[in-house]
Nanobody, 123 residues
Framework: EVQLVESGGGLVQPGGSLRLSCLAS????????IGWFRQAPGKGREMLTC????????YYEPSVKGRFTASTDNAKKTLALQMSSLKPEDTAVYYC????????????????WGQGTQVTVSS
């Protein structure tokens, strides 16, 4: 059974930083595309970044490139998202997702999802 569990969300002031983690089980990391998404109230699910370990490919959505950094720890089967210079518009539920195969930016094509972790950026 594939399980993805996010952690690390919380309340942070504008300009601050947070580090999210996604612990994966039931998958072989090298065989999957692993991504971070977010969904703000009243909006659709937005792709942030995607990694495939087998070829070291990584994609960042332009809106977060330079502020967010994704990394994987294959031994621990975790995908981290380091977020800095956070803005109120970054407030959302953040999800990690996994899908067998290559880099994938379309949310609806991901097979497996975590339950999400809330990030609130507010003073």
């Amino acid at each position: 059974e594939v399980q993805l569990v996010e952690s690390g969300g919380g309340l942070v002031q504008p300009g601050g930083s947070l580090r999210l983690s996604c612990l994966a089980s039931g998958i072989t990391f090298d065989d999957y595309a692993i991504g971070w998404f977010r969904q703000a109230p009243g909006k659709g699910r937005e792709m942030l970044t995607c990694i495939t370990n087998n070829d070291d490919s990584i994609y960042y959505e332009p809106s977060v490139k330079g502020r967010f950094t994704a990394s994987t720890d294959n031994a621990k089967k975790t995908l981290a998202l380091q977020m800095s210079s956070l803005k109120p518009e970054d407030t959302a539920v953040y999800y990690c997702a996994a899908n067998p195969g290559q880099l994938l930016t379309i949310a609806t094509l991901y097979a497996y999802w975590g339950q999400g972790t809330q990030v609130t950026v507010s003073s």
